[in-house]
């Protein structure tokens, strides 16, 4: 399978080192392929797999079970019965067509994959057009809430995707068995992006590409339908079957590779796109924070806003939060991020800076929303933890918003005068901050942190280099082709050349834009132009990095519950902070 098109010796792979020795990529890629094409193995399907650990099949019993299943044709009560059910995860018609069943309204839709998929098995099926009463709404909301129950409890989780065949089935096995060789494992230690996606996706090939085309992957929904469950397959028409966890294995080399090209497009999709997919991996372990389910399910769809905050409270752990699709959009997306809150998740906090102070309603000018995070062109790499903080029962603030930790770090004591990103980066210089923390000021929350586009690649002190790279981009003065970005060539890999992608993205962030940089006694940000006026003071948020860089936001004493700007801290050595106080931002 010649997927490098070199031909007699002559290669156009680029060459890797395994084992002390430099060898052409494509010579070890044929040998790992056909390693794992002479194994003989297929996966079998998902009803050879439930029939074949049925006598080990018991019904959960720790979680909350749906009040209806259909079975044999009949709507069945699951509600008081132990029975196990088979969950089916699945995107509805553009345009459903209902009919009346069992005395209520359903969809053909529905009625059509339950008669197909009771002929291989006797288990009970929970699929929500039939077994949620859709004309019931107080019943609607009863089962809604318990949604991320339902899919955990179920013996295991069918997600239908009808781009499935048995020629996907193949290459996401054969994907799988790649990344477990030796080839594999050399160009995973040499940080050869480029050499893992080729192996792990066969070359780009075109049944990948099909398969990630569905519109399945894109709803909100199906994002926690699918990781909640060990036991879930993706199943195409003719009961194709596919562990999603083998699918999310190769997901993870492709969206590496995505984020480390010039060119946002990779088997069709955007770079946010793999970001989303890989993110499922993360998700199946037991909590998510809700500031990485953001950057996941809001760059899908869902046909209804308040969706967008309900399909994240399973893999969230916020499953106290009823649905309730009366209440306007605003206070729903408002209470998700304050019982988090709650919980002392504030990882939401990382995409409050996107947020349009001047033009947010009351009480939403610290509240993302999906708008604003699908309008930003990738994901940071960065991940933004929360750390604990003292209970505290005084709070400040007004009567609406949401109730955020804080703690200041003294007046602004200097303050720039506005300028484009190139003379900030001048004038950072100026003050003798190093490129590190250049980087991490202005590009820290949009791209990532200098240290974590290091690990991306593969590399160590890249920073100088990315800002080189980036004002360049910016100015006009540097042009890389395709070519030169894909990582392909006659001589060995690079170690840490993929991240010219980082500096490309970073040039796109502050465009047309105006900064300032702010200096208090404890440390220094660079934020946006804003109203803001009079007196401020720079703020540390609970949310900060592996390494401990944090997040801080400016307010003024004039509009003091009301936020002005949020960016990364630079924090001065020796430097105190007054105690956490407790204030509701509006």
Not at 3 to 8: L, Q, R
Not at 61 to 78: E, F, H, M
Not at 149 to 166: F, K, M, W
Not at 403 to 426: A, F, L, M, Y
Request: neutral net charge.
């Amino acid at each position: 399978m010649n997927i490098w098109k070199c031909e007699n010796e002559r290669h156009q792979c680029g060459k890797m080192v395994e084992h002390n020795a430099t060898i052409p990529r494509c010579r070890a890629y044929l040998r790992d392929y056909k390693n794992v094409t002479e194994r003989k193995t297929i996966y079998l399907t998902w009803h050879q797999i439930i029939k074949n650990a049925e006598s080990n099949v018991k019904a959960a019993t720790t979680y909350a079970r749906p009040q209806n299943c259909i079975r044999d044709g009949k709507l069945v009560d699951s509600a008081s019965s132990a029975e196990p059910y088979i969950a089916i995860s699945y995107v509805w018609d553009a345009r459903p067509s209902f009919k009346e069943w069992e005395g209520r309204r359903v969809t053909e839709q529905a009625l059509h994959i339950a008669d197909r998929l009771s002929k291989y098995t006797s288990y009970a099926l929970w699929i929500d057009a039939i077994c949620i009463d859709q004309d019931n709404e107080p019943v609607k909301m009863v089962e809604l809430a318990k949604m991320a129950d339902i899919y955990r409890g179920a013996t295991a989780v069918l997600c239908l995707v009808p781009e499935i065949d048995q020629t996907t089935s193949r290459v996401v096995e054969y994907g799988t068995g790649m990344i477990d060789l030796d080839g594999f494992r050399a160009l995973e230690d040499a940080g050869d992006t480029h050499g893992m996606y080729m192996f792990a996706s066969q070359g780009s090939n075109k049944a990948l590409h099909k398969l990630f085309s569905s519109r399945w992957w894109t709803r909100a929904w199906t994002f926690q339908e699918a990781v909640l469950n060990r036991v879930t397959f993706l199943v195409g028409e003719k009961e194709e079957t596919i562990p999603i966890s083998d699918v999310l294995k190769i997901s993870h080399p492709i969206s590496r590779r995505a984020a480390t090209q010039k060119k946002d497009n990779l088997l069709g999709q955007l770079s946010s796109f793999w970001d989303s997919v890989h993110s499922m991996s993360d998700a199946m372990k037991v909590y998510m924070p809700l500031g990485t389910a953001i950057s996941s399910v809001w760059r899908r769809q869902s046909t209804v806003t308040h969706d967008m905050a309900y399909s994240l409270l399973g893999v969230c752990r916020l499953e106290t939060i009823t649905p309730d699709y009366r209440l306007p959009v605003e206070k729903v997306f408002a209470d998700l991020v304050d019982k988090a809150s709650s919980k002392g998740d504030f990882s939401w906090l990382r995409w409050s800076h996107l947020i349009d102070r001047d033009a947010t309603c009351e009480g939403m000018s610290m509240v993302p929303v999906p708008a604003t995070v699908l309008a930003t062109p990738a994901s940071a790499i960065t991940e933004w933890r929360s750390i604990e903080v003292p209970q505290m029962s005084v709070v400040r603030g007004g009567a609406v918003g949401v109730c955020i930790p804080h703690r200041s770090t003294g007046v602004i004591r200097w303050q720039s005068q506005p300028e484009d990103i190139k003379g900030i980066i001048n004038m950072l210089q100026k003050l003798s901050y190093g490129p590190e923390d250049i980087w991490n000021l202005l590009f820290g929350l949009h791209v990532g942190l200098a240290c974590d586009v290091d690990r991306a690649v593969g590399g160590s002190g890249l920073a100088q280099a990315l800002l080189n790279l980036a004002t360049g981009y910016i100015d006009g003065t540097i042009k890389l082709e395709d070519s030169e970005d894909d990582l392909v060539g006659a001589v060995p890999y690079t170690r840490g050349y993929g991240f010219t992608a980082y500096a490309s993205m970073a040039a796109k962030v502050w465009r047309n834009a105006q900064l300032v940089v702010m200096r208090s006694q404890g440390g220094t940000t660079v934020v946006p132009t804003h109203s803001g006026t009079g007196q401020a003071r720079l703020h540390r948020l609970p949310v900060e990095s592996h390494r401990g860089t944090c997040l801080c936001l400016v307010v003024h004493d004039s509009t003091k519950f009301r936020v002005s700007a949020i960016g990364v801290m630079v924090e001065n050595d020796h430097a105190g902070s007054g105690s956490w106080q407790f204030t509701r931002f509006s």
